[in-house]
């Protein structure tokens, strides 16, 4: 498959667009997209398979753990358990935002996604584009950094590009 570039409006992304990337990511495929810190190369966190996908494209190891990417803290829930109550303001004050929380993870996330641990690494990006997808996916997205492993990380969607040109990833 092709990648497909799609140019969506930073503060106000096009519905139509978002719901397309949300259904790649419902389909096991991988879209990358802006976090308000660098690109993010998603998949379904709860998609093992997809998962593995990511590791494949960026030439990085399965066991160097995914962060997965929630948009809101009623999510959390989906991922973690035994969350400790001393987070919880520390959550409210700091999400949406790159505060990543390491947590004992859910039983329903699969390991590919934690590189087998019995954690896991998530966050709540504040940025429009990533929460739209997240909302639209309908699921937790496993998402590092969309650069191949060696590489900077992507702050641009121009560096995506230059390192996906081989149609390692499917939409952006």
């Known amino acids: ?22 259904n790649y990511i419902r389909l096991g495929r991988l879209v990358a997209f802006p976090t308000e810190t660098v690109y993010g190369l998603g998949a379904d966190a709860f998609n093992g398979e997809a998962c593995l996908r990511i590791f494949k494209a960026k030439g990085r190891p399965p ?4 962060i997965v990417h929630i948009a809101d803290l009623k999510d959390l829930s989906k991922v973690a358990i035994d969350i ?10 700091a999400w949406p935002g790159p505060l990543t929380l390491i947590l004992s993870k859910s039983p329903n996330v699969p390991k590919e996604v ?3 641990r019995n954690t896991i690494a998530v966050r709540s990006p504040a940025h429009p584009v990533a929460l739209a997808l997240i909302k639209s996916s309908n699921t937790p997205i496993a998402a590092p ?7 900077p990380s992507p702050t641009l969607a121009d560096h995506v590009v230059e390192d996906y040109v081989n149609d390692d990833i499917d939409m952006m």
């Open 1 to 22: 498959m092709m990648l497909r570039i799609r140019k969506v409006d930073p503060l106000y992304p096009d519905e139509a667009i978002i719901k397309e990337a949300g």
């Open 63 to 66: 066991d160097n753990p995914l």
């Open 84 to 93: 400790p109550e001393v987070v919880l303001p520390v959550i409210r004050k």
């Open 114 to 116: 934690t590189g087998n």
């Open 145 to 151: 950094s969309a650069n191949k492993s060696g590489r």
